[in-house]
């Protein structure tokens, strides 16, 4: 997964006509690493998204734009629009993420 490290980018990056993901993470986060320890896989097969990760600390006018309330969320844009969000709450099992991802 591919890190975005300014604001610039993130804004570049969603307004694709290409769906793309973008995980909000924070370094101190468990359930994040949790799902570091997953999401590869899945990555794989959902590899009609382009996948991004976002730390919410380093970023937090982003988060609170696009309600990034818990993490970690994974959240998917297409032409600068949010389609879709999985909450942290959500987000602790790769069942979860497939199931979110199948919804799309």
């Known amino acids: 997964m591919e890190a975005i490290t300014s604001v610039e980018q993130f804004n570049e990056l969603i307004n694709s006509d290409q769906p793309v993901i973008v995980k909000f993470f924070a370094g101190w986060c468990p359930d994040c690493t949790r799902m570091n320890m997953f999401i590869d896989p899945i990555i794989e097969e959902y590899n009609q998204?382009?996948?991004y990760e976002i730390n919410r600390?380093?970023?937090p006018e982003l988060a609170e734009k696009y309600q990034?309330?818990?993490i970690p969320s994974l959240l998917i844009y297409k032409n600068g629009e949010k389609l879709a969000h999985l909450h942290s709450a959500n987000a602790?099992?790769?069942e979860q993420v497939i199931e979110f991802l199948e919804a799309q």
């Open 57 to 59: 600390d380093e970023f």
């Open 92 to 94: 602790k099992s790769p």
């Open 68 to 70: 990034v309330m818990g």
């Open 49 to 51: 998204y382009k996948w």
